[in-house]
């Protein structure tokens, strides 16, 4: 069973907007931290976002005043708006959670990002 579900990828051209989602499993126990990243061909994974539990959010210069990222603790879900994007956005999008309770790193298995120029 999958722990984090990513969704919401796609191909859109620049200029565009995605929303991405990551469903967390009821499983994995207090969750204080969870992120995007985002991994683009031959190149590292990239944070992009991160979000406490309690609400507090970070995002990359690179991606600021474009995405804004946002959680719904009763939904278990978090989100990734992405507006205004372009083509250097182009990526697998990974969903990252952190547990407090088990001191866990959980990752989901990503999706695809494309922006047409």
């Known amino acids: 069973q999958e722990q984090l579900v990513e969704s919401g990828g796609g191909l859109v051209q620049a200029g565009g907007s995605l929303r991405l989602s990551c469903a967390t499993s009821r499983s994995i126990a207090r969750i204080t931290l969870m992120a995007w990243y985002r991994q683009a061909p031959g190149k590292q994974r990239d944070l992009v976002a991160t979000i406490t539990s309690g609400g507090s959010a970070h995002v990359a210069d690179s991606v600021k005043g474009r995405f804004t990222i946002s959680r719904d603790n009763v939904a278990s879900t978090m989100y990734l708006q992405m507006n205004s994007l372009k083509p250097e956005d182009t990526a697998v999008y990974y969903c990252?959670?952190?547990?407090?309770?088990?001191?866990?790193?959980?990752w989901g298995q990503g999706t695809q990002v494309t922006v047409s120029s």
């Open positions: 990252y959670a952190y547990s407090e309770y088990d001191r866990r790193r959980y």
